[in-house]
């Protein structure tokens, strides 16, 4: 800790001062251990719906109360294995629909698709907006542009490797990698689009 405060102070009469402020930073955000912050409210939480089916057990409280924690838990367990947040009836209709279709829908495809999955009556429905749409094709044709640039870069490498300009090309190889790195990464943002037509498509049949 000496070191560290001698080191701080070296770096403010040295004119460094924002150096010397992030490594306080860093310094302040290590010793409060973060992730003991996210571990204590995980704990409270469960320790919230412990009581909640100790409550329930007891069968002490009125019917409106029994109901209101059956739906909490029941809510919270959903949520926690399929990661999508619903109410009774939204839960009913998702796991009817996959019972009925598992074979050609996964969880996956409910959870990405699930902002656009509404109810109609006791089923599940499906609506696209239009910017949806847009998005969709936004993100494919940027996700072709980096790509195809990424794959100009490669070429180029390897065209002007015949020069002995061997650091270039591993430079310019690392690049295009990086550049096929972020395409992969935006076509991500259409999976949701796609789970939601796949859904689409088995509502249809």
């Known amino acids: 800790m000496e070191e560290f405060v001698k080191y701080f102070t070296t770096d403010v009469t040295g004119g460094k001062v924002w150096i010397a402020f992030l490594s306080l930073a860093v310094y302040y955000i290590l010793r409060k251990e973060p992730f003991k912050i996210f571990s204590y ?32 838990l029941e809510r919270h367990a959903f949520r926690k294995y399929y990661e999508i947040n619903a109410d009774a009836e939204m839960r009913h209709a998702l796991m009817k629909f996959h019972k009925k279709n598992q074979r050609k829908i ?68 690392i690049g295009a990698l990086l550049l096929l790195v972020i395409a992969l990464f935006f076509s991500c943002l259409n999976w949701p689009y796609h789970s939601a037509r796949r859904i689409m498509r088995v509502l249809s049949e």
């Open 41 to 72: 409210f995980s704990e409270k939480k469960e320790k919230e719906h412990d009581l909640a089916r100790i409550l329930l057990d007891s069968q002490k409280l009125g019917k409106e109360a029994n109901e209101f924690l059956r739906e909490h």
């Open 106 to 173: 996964g969880w996956h495809d409910l959870r990405r698709a699930y902002p656009n999955i509404t109810l109609a009556g006791s089923a599940i429905s499906v609506r696209l907006r239009l910017v949806d749409h847009i998005l969709r094709w936004a993100v494919t044709v940027l996700c072709y542009m980096v790509s195809a640039y990424a794959l100009f870069v490669i070429l180029y490498a390897v065209v002007n490797m015949s020069s002995g300009r061997f650091v270039d090309f591993i430079a310019l190889s």
